[in-house]
């Protein structure tokens, strides 16, 4: 009797169970799918990632076909290891591509439980992505995709994938790609900026565009153009489009210089002041990816200690200091040495305007500044790159002070005295020897006329008017 009942109950199984596979949703997870055991896994990130990208649906479907392999970043990772503009950039809404691409770069659709004694590339879920695995010794325990090292091997495993943990994210060419243009703008810009058209005024044509510069050519303008303003005056404008910028990475040549110093030894508050006290470092290295050259005077710890507080205190005094010891022009030792021993001295521009720093030849050296505070060539050639050029001095060079001009006194003006001419007699005030000649005589006719004239009142004949000397009677 009870085989009978049994036989018919697996007569029934066997009528039931196609009806009960069609009955099923199609793509229905189990709850003891590899997907199921990421979301409730340690590794919160990468599911919460996988969430916003909405890849459940296209996992889902991949399930159903086969087994996949996931390696899944520790939390670290992307909490505070991941740079948190490229963090900002993958969670933006128009970047849901990018994410995707990243995600699915560490899903690979076979299971793989232990790597291979050779270098092999498997293929993943992105698109034109593959990934190179390998162990780093024959037992297998320590093993790498990519640049990535595994930390836990199989950390979940289920019938339907595995998820092995590891210490860092794998980002694809194609997500650094998009990152990179976005950051130059490049990608976003609606129209490329172009110059207005020129017109010749004597062709009435307009004018070829001028060719492009060569990389590595000197910049057009002048390095006082190009140098930060000062704190009083607005932020310097943001570089127009092309042009020949950013062919030498200046920021990383000014690191090298600035390390170099402290390696040498004897220039850390030089150092220090270009770092921490002011801004001169960055400063600098955009001057140099701009295309300048640079030749740094840089006075050792001696020197620097022998600054005083008054001379550091004043707002700017560092930078200006600072800029008096920057000429903006490549020498070297052997440059500057034949320079004077050519010229006898030289003065060198340098970034504080409009002062200049005098260069002559003393005891075989060269010696800069003048009597006072002058500074010999210590240290020749710390830091040469073609550059950036460094020489170390032995003194700190200040400008020579302009003469004083003291408060405006207004001079009393001096009392001009008339002297009195003193006329002799017989000479009039105009001094012509006719003149007086002429007068002289008029004075003796007229005297003898009026002796005449006295005597024609004795003698009548003598009162005749045509007898009169000075002619008066005619």
Sequence with gaps: MDRRIYGVATVLLLFLLPTLAFSLPQGQINSNSILVALLDSHYTEVAE?????????????????????????RNEALERDLDPHFKRFLLEP?????????????????????????????????PNHHLTMGSQNPNFSHWKVDSSRVTHPASVTRPDGVIHGIDSLLIPRAVQDAFNRRRSLTSIAAVKPE???????????????????????SPALPIYDAMAPGPSLAPAPAPGPGGPRHHFNGERQVRDF???????????????????????????????????????????????????????????????????????????????????????????????LPHKVTAQEADGSVKFGHSDGSAYLFDPDIYTDGRISVQGIDGVLFPPREAEAGPATRAQPAKVVVKQRRVKLGKSCTGNSKDVKSQRNMKARLLEWLIEAAMGLVFPRFGDARFCPCGFGS
């Design 94 to 126: 128009g970047n849901l591509p990018s994410l995707q691409t990243l995600l699915m770069s560490h899903i690979v659709p076979t299971r793989i439980t232990q790597p291979g004694s050779n270098p092999t590339r498997i293929k993943t879920l992105a």
């Design 195 to 217: 110059p207005a058209p020129e017109v010749d005024p004597r062709t009435h044509r307009l004018k070829k565009p001028a060719p492009p510069q060569k990389p590595g050519s």
């Design 258 to 352: 600035i390390e170099t110093l402290l390696h040498y030894g004897g220039y850390n508050e030089m150092a220090d002041i270009l770092v921490n006290l002011t801004s001169l470092a960055t400063e600098m290295g955009r001057l140099v990816s701009e295309g300048y050259v640079l030749t740094v005077l840089a006075p050792n710890d001696e020197a620097m200690a022998k600054l005083t507080t008054d001379q550091l205190s004043e707002p700017g005094s560092p930078e200006q200091i600072m800029y008096y010891h920057l000429i903006p022009e490549y020498q070297t030792e052997e440059s500057m040495y034949n320079a004077v021993r050519r010229f006898g001295k030289v003065r060198y521009d340098t970034l504080r």
């Design 49 to 73: 990632l996988v969430e916003k990208a909405m890849l459940l649906q296209t996992l889902e479907n991949t399930v159903m076909n086969h087994n996949i392999t996931i390696f899944a970043p």
